[in-house]
């Protein structure tokens, strides 16, 4: 029998119990009233937490802050308090100090039950819970007043005090870093010792001779370079539970990803490469809210891909990086954001991207994190399609049941809804008075976005001051699912601090790229204004492995370097997130005209900005040219063959960050008109070609363009 549902089940339902009885958006007038019976009853001899949740269920207040004020008071201090209870007591009952603690005294020393029962009740408990009572009592207004005024007045200290306690956190670690950028080869050096002598015991390891390496010299000679496709075979292996190839400790998830093949690639993760990335967020966060401290004052809005797409033949699960991180978030910092993980689950985009607005837009945001800006622009774009609907939930604390949640999701949402009368009548006031529903107006607050600022994305960063004004942005940095390289320190441009401390890196110089003898470089002999391929070793097995990331070096921190993402590869294109390479347009080519049975004089995908984003296929069909219904279903096969190859052309495609291809049918006799041309220029005629794949929108100016056909 399987356990897995079963447990599944349980779990989900103390989920669900635990989100009903802790909810924390409530008035002051509930929050104070649960705090100061908390307080009464914590105080108060034989109370505690469950009577004060019994009561603050019965009452209606606020059920945490009524745990909170009991667990603050309960038993420690009872104890302080006994004196002054007793000396109470003793005023209200009429019953001397002195005659309390002379029959205490007496009874201790000549003990009887009947004795016992007459003189603790008369004398000793009656005076002594009359004394406690009132004790308790006027505490516990005290602390309905105090936390009457602090739930309504003092949002502004408890802010300052949230972010003077980040601040005090996390400022070790980002004054260590600072330090260590002073000398970044000695700081790279003890990454890659750290790591060679951690994984040294490893089948790798001890193949490549891990615990002889004295240097990165050594480093150089002993381990070739790798990418995703040399690494495969390993990480194969690992998927299948092998253990001890990459690194000696256990994996708790693969990240995964598409790489130059149709074959995903997997990254692996351990906890203590978790570790790692950790201390990289930590210092990344700190200059974010030393910088913008008003982040602190709302929720964060984070927009990221599920978790677990599926398990390894071992077990393990494997899906998105992003996912990934967001489940690791400690408790104590989940509350800060909007969205619970399930949001992130729903499979159906429209439902997804319905539930993630109908959640948020009730919330008071102040920041949003995300990857790829044109995510931010299309949620921003649904807003007016759906303002209705998600005004009318917002009010009557439902979800919209015209979407297609999965049942297991839209109960455990549910659970946590609750109608807010207020927030829907400031929506509605917003569109009355404005005109139109827009993030700058409903979240009036949003004090910074986090996203991807370098490369293609630059060209959606325009979109997004229409609908949230003038507004800082903070890159990213350079982030992919095998690792993260660099923590920008200020809002200024897309370049980050190389994140020395967490990987080691080496560097390919772009003229080298092509070549058998590469240069390699580390980073202490980088040069600015350049361009370089970005070599990474992680904590989590892979080494000396290129992304395929070309950067440009910007300056310098200290001294070292200040790295801008460029773009993926030099036969790569990534308009929203899909790293498409020319190899794979190259097989999804040849699938789809052998599917049709079809030939072609050219071919080139051209990656359309101003237009979509989108991908153009420009094609000069050879001998006679299909119809009008089979040229269209040549397209469609296309695409369906390049969500099969690249999965994250699949995603963006479905998640609409992509629109829809357009293929554009080229006169016959232009190819060879354009070929005859470049040859006359020079150009090498047995190694004449044209790229499969180009971001140069002008190349199809060489081309008369007879038709054009739209998927959709």
């Known amino acids: 029998m399987n356990k897995r549902p079963i447990l599944k089940k349980i779990s989900r339902f103390f989920k669900v119990l635990y989100l009903k009885l802790f909810r924390i958006d409530d008035s002051p007038q509930k929050v104070a009233l649960g705090f100061g019976f908390g307080v009464f009853l914590g105080v108060m001899p034989g109370m505690g937490p469950?009577?004060?949740?019994?009561?603050?269920?019965?009452?209606?207040?606020?059920?945490?802050?009524?745990?909170?004020?009991?667990?603050?008071?309960?038993?420690?201090?009872?104890?302080?308090?006994?004196?002054?209870?007793?000396?109470?007591?003793s005023v209200v009952t009429g019953v001397s100090y002195e005659d309390m603690k002379n029959a205490w005294s007496s009874l201790m020393g000549n003990f009887g039950w009947d004795r016992f029962l007459h003189l603790s009740l008369n004398d000793v408990l009656i005076p002594v819970i009359a004394g406690y009572a009132i004790v308790s009592l006027c505490i516990g207004i005290i602390a309905y007043v105090v936390s009457f005024f602090i739930s309504k007045y003092g949002k502004n200290w408890r802010n300052t005090l949230a972010r003077s306690l980040l601040l005090a956190?996390?400022?070790?670690?980002?004054?260590?870093?600072?330090?260590?950028?002073?000398?970044?080869?000695?700081?790279q050096k003890k990454v890659l010792f750290e790591y060679l002598a951690r994984q040294s015991d490893t089948e790798y390891g001890r193949a490549h001779g891990f615990f002889g390496i004295r240097s990165a010299e050594d480093y150089r000679k002993a381990v070739p370079l790798?990418?995703?496709?040399?690494i495969r075979p390993y990480i194969k292996r690992m998927t299948k539970g092998a253990k001890f190839i990459l690194t000696k400790d256990p994996i708790i998830f693969f990240g995964a990803t598409s790489g130059t093949t149709a074959e995903p690639k997997y990254i692996?993760?351990?906890?203590?490469?978790?570790?790692?990335?950790?201390?990289?967020?930590?210092?990344?966060?700190?200059?974010?809210?030393?910088?913008?401290?008003?982040?602190?004052?709302?929720?964060?809005?984070?927009?990221?891909s599920p978790q677990v797409e599926g398990f390894t033949e071992s077990g393990v699960p494997y899906g998105a990086e992003s996912g990934h991180g967001y489940k690791e978030i400690s408790p104590f910092v989940r509350g800060l954001y909007a969205l619970p993980y399930r949001v992130f689950e729903i499979e159906d985009y429209d439902a997804r991207y319905y539930t993630i607005l109908r959640m948020a837009m009730e919330k008071n945001v102040t920041t949003i994190a995300t990857l790829n800006p044109n995510t931010i622009s299309l949620l921003c774009q649904k807003v007016a399609q759906w303002?209705?609907?998600?005004?009318?939930?917002?009010?009557?604390?439902?979800?919209?049941?015209?979407?297609?949640?999965?049942k297991d999701i839209r109960r455990d949402l549910e659970a946590i809804l609750r109608p807010n009368h207020k927030r829907s009548k400031e929506l509605e006031r917003i569109i009355a008075e404005k005109k139109e529903l827009l993030p700058k107006y409903f979240w009036p607050g949003m004090a910074l976005i986090e996203c991807w600022k370098a490369g293609m994305m630059s060209m959606y960063l325009k979109e997004?001051?229409?609908?949230?004004?003038?507004?800082?942005?903070?890159?990213?940095?350079?982030?992919?699912?095998?690792?993260?390289?660099?923590?920008?320190?200020?809002?200024?441009?897309?370049?980050?601090?190389?994140?020395?401390?967490t990987n080691f890196y080496e560097f390919i110089p772009k003229e080298d790229a092509g070549k058998k003898d590469k240069r390699i470089l580390t980073c202490d002999s980088l040069e600015a204004d350049k361009e370089y391929f970005l070599v990474v070793t992680t904590a989590a097995g892979l080494y000396r492995y290129n992304i395929d990331d070309l950067v440009r070096v910007n300056g310098f921190f200290n001294k070292t370097p200040v790295i801008e993402f460029v773009q993926k590869g030099i036969g790569a294109s990534s308009?929203?997130?899909?790293?498409?390479?020319?190899?794979?347009?190259?097989?999804?080519?040849?699938?789809?005209?052998?599917?049709?049975?079809?030939?072609?004089?050219?071919?080139?995908?051209?990656?359309?900005?101003?237009?979509?984003?989108?991908?153009?296929?420009?094609?000069?069909?050879?001998?006679?040219?299909?119809?009008?219904?089979g040229k269209k279903r040549f397209l469609y096969i296309l695409e369906e063959e390049l969500r099969k190859?690249?999965?994250?052309?699949?995603?963006?495609?479905?998640?609409?960050?992509?629109?829809?291809?357009?293929?554009?049918?080229?006169?016959?006799?232009?190819?060879?008109?354009?070929?005859?041309?470049?040859?006359?220029?020079?150009?090498h005629d047995g190694q004449f070609k044209v790229p499969e794949l180009t971001r140069d929108t002008s190349f199809q100016g060489n081309f008369s363009i007879e038709e054009e056909i739209h998927l959709d």
């Not at 790798?226 to 040399?230: A, V």
């Not at 999804?588 to 079809?598: E, H, P």
């Not at 232009?670 to 041309?677: H, L």
């Open 169 to 187: 956190i996390l400022s070790p670690k980002a004054r260590a870093f600072e330090k260590a950028t002073k000398d970044p080869v000695s700081a």
């Open 226 to 230: 790798n990418d995703c496709e040399t």
């Open 268 to 304: 692996p993760t351990t906890r203590f490469a978790d570790k790692k990335k950790a201390l990289l967020t930590d210092i990344w966060s700190y200059y974010v809210v030393k910088d913008h401290p008003n982040v602190l004052d709302g929720k964060i809005l984070a927009l990221i």
């Open 464 to 501: 997004l001051t229409k609908y949230f004004g003038s507004i800082p942005i903070r890159d990213m940095g350079c982030l992919s699912t095998e690792a993260r390289s660099s923590i920008p320190m200020t809002d200024s441009g897309a370049g980050g601090v190389l994140a020395i401390e």
């Open 645 to 683: 190859h690249n999965r994250e052309y699949d995603f963006t495609r479905s998640a609409r960050l992509l629109g829809s291809p357009v293929l554009k049918v080229v006169r016959k006799g232009e190819f060879e008109k354009y070929r005859a041309g470049r040859i006359a220029q020079g150009a």
């Open 575 to 629: 308009l929203a997130g899909e790293k498409l390479y020319e190899s794979q347009v190259n097989d999804a080519l040849k699938s789809a005209l052998t599917r049709m049975n079809l030939l072609v004089e050219f071919f080139c995908a051209l990656a359309e900005q101003e237009k979509g984003p989108r991908y153009s296929f420009l094609v000069e069909f050879s001998g006679t040219l299909p119809s009008p219904n």
């Open 50 to 89: 469950i009577a004060a949740l019994a009561i603050a269920f019965i009452i209606k207040a606020n059920r945490a802050a009524a745990l909170l004020g009991s667990i603050l008071t309960n038993t420690w201090l009872s104890i302080p308090v006994f004196f002054l209870a007793v000396k109470t007591g």
């Open 387 to 406: 303002q209705d609907r998600i005004i009318r939930d917002i009010h009557d604390g439902t979800l919209d049941a015209g979407f297609k949640l999965e």
